[in-house]
């Protein structure tokens, strides 16, 4: 699949109007079913680090400006003492509390998704903002393709980004995975995402497990989202709306889940915002499964080796 990679548009206003503050938008409230653990915060740097350390050092090098972690109660006494042993005096870094409704079944132990995640910032982020995981990796380049991008567009634009990856970059050794596959049109823009949940090689043919045990069968060029957006804050007006419709139908429901893709998509069909793909997702690594704990861990030591990252980062 052949991707453009100018935004001559977004160039020429950064040039003309000068650079926007931008903010990173990190979700860190998972529960980490499949890893066994807190993955948001676990060690993998040599002097402690999170994943998500990384992810703050490589968004402060690309020139944005704050950063909000999202996370739940019950960890953040940790995260603020962790952040501000590593970044206090370096950037403001403040918290969002992802926690279910009042009203909501009692049974249900599992977050509400992504889009109520990231509702939870709404008094918070003021600026153009990227959202990521925080046990994911995505690399320096992808950091700095969506700051500029976010530097050139207004406050309330309803223009939105999404980093993509190359699919066959991003699949485990350990087992399946779950990913957005995206579809482009001819401008470089995001038409849909399809969310596949048992991805692997069968052979040589990608493919994924239907629910009803049937496969569907995936170029192996595609883009997958691996939740690196870009939004302007015309998102959360809509965010809400579509969270409350989505609440009504799922209040009593132990494991629906309100996403941030499903919420884009909704957005895009009804025209009122286009998406454009950034194609500089080149250095993803994360930690679904445990057994991957020791691969990335390596993958940041050679990153150190190579001097891209310092060996601590709160020096």
């Known amino acids: 699949m052949s991707i453009s990679r100018t935004n001559t548009h977004y160039l020429i206003f950064i040039y003309i109007c000068g650079m ?35 992810a703050i050092y490589d968004a402060q090098q690309a020139g944005f400006n704050d950063v909000v972690i999202i996370t739940r109660k019950d960890l953040l006494e940790d ?25 909501a079944n009692p049974e249900r132990t599992k977050p509400w998704g992504t889009g109520q995640a990231i509702l939870a910032t709404k008094d918070l982020v003021k600026n153009p903002f990227a959202v990521i995981n925080a046990d994911d990796f995505y690399g320096a380049e992808a950091y700095k393709s969506i700051h500029t991008f976010l530097s050139g567009i207004e406050r309330d634009e309803p223009v939105f980004s999404l980093v993509g990856y190359p699919l066959k970059n991003t699949l485990s050794d350990i087992g399946t995975v779950s990913r957005g596959i995206c579809t482009l049109n001819d401008k470089n823009e995001l038409v849909s995402i ?33 939740n690196f957006w870009g939004f302007s804050c015309f998102l959360f007006e809509e965010l809400e709306q579509q969270w409350k419709d989505f609440y009504s139908l799922n209040k009593d429901q132990l494991k629906s889940e309100f996403l941030i893709p499903t919420v884009v998509s909704e957005m895009m069909k009804a025209g009122k915002i286009k998406v454009v793909l950034l194609p500089d997702g080149k250095d993803w690594c994360g930690v679904t499964y445990s057994e991957e704990k020791e691969l990335v861990i390596a993958a940041i030591r050679s990153k150190i080796s190579k001097g891209l990252y310092p060996d601590n980062l709160s020096l």
């Open 20 to 54: 926007n503050a931008t903010t990173l938008v990190i979700m860190a409230a998972g529960m980490g079913s499949r890893y066994g653990g807190i993955k948001q915060a676990d060690s993998f740097g040599p002097s402690g680090e999170w994943l998500m350390d990384y």
């Open 79 to 103: 995260m603020k003492k962790h952040t501000d042993t590593v970044w206090s005096g370096r950037i403001p870094i403040h918290f969002a509390i992802q926690q279910p409704p009042a009203d």
């Open 194 to 226: 399809t969310e596949m949940t048992k991805i692997d090689w069968r052979g040589d043919v990608l493919q994924n497990e239907n629910e009803d045990h049937t496969f569907t069968t995936i170029p192996t060029d595609s883009f997958a989202s691996m």
